[in-house]
């Protein structure tokens, strides 16, 4: 797969799902470029588009968090990607291991906020 | 956290990455409306807003490849969505058990297409 075949969205973004290869959490989620993932893929450290501050986002270029990138998955659709990294610190900037630290209460549960 | 709390996209959908409890692995990428949210949480089937077939989507509902829903949780962001799910068969529509399945060849690797 050439990264040209990906399917970006209408402004040139596609999902990245991070994944950590060490305790198989899901860390974060956040968006790549074409760019980015060229990046991504050639310096082996996780660079994200910033929707934000719409720049290249180097993960841990001002933390020290940097992630290591293992491999890069893609969906059956192409139009989704999985990033497995090494975390070098906590993926959220709330200092949490994950950005996934917060649950919704479903129905027939007691616990959850 | 109330769901109206959420952070909906544009479309009014929030992404909902989906992963294995029994195998921590990453299943697929869906996109969720508040309907299909209050849905999971209420009938614990995983339901999704499909965005090409522009409705409701009940995860299984003609294949039989059902996911319970075990636990949502949200991001710091509050705009992403992880969704713990115990599924009933692949979660893929191509019969592989995740969307993820193919993977990008990396710098420095030998491996992948």
Redesign the interface.
């Known amino acids: 797969?050439n990264?040209d075949d990906l399917k970006y969205n209408e402004q040139g973004l596609i999902?990245a799902?991070v994944?950590d290869i060490d305790t198989?959490k899901?860390l974060?989620?956040a968006w790549m470029s074409r760019e980015s993932l060229a990046l991504s893929?050639?310096?082996?450290k996780a660079t994200y588009w910033s929707r934000s501050r719409k720049k290249l986002w180097i993960k841990g270029e001002s933390s020290g968090n940097y992630q290591t990138?293992i491999?890069?998955?893609?969906?059956?659709?192409a139009d989704?990607l999985?990033v497995i990294v090494k975390k070098n610190g906590p993926a959220?900037?709330?200092g949490?291991e994950t950005?996934?630290?917060?649950?919704?209460?479903?129905?027939?549960d007691t616990t959850g906020?």
Chains 1, 2 share one sequence.
């Open positions: 797969m990264i999902p799902i994944q198989g899901v974060m989620m893929i050639s310096t082996r990138v491999r890069i998955l893609y969906d059956c659709d989704t999985l959220c900037h709330t949490s950005c996934f630290y917060r649950e919704l209460a479903l129905e027939g906020e």
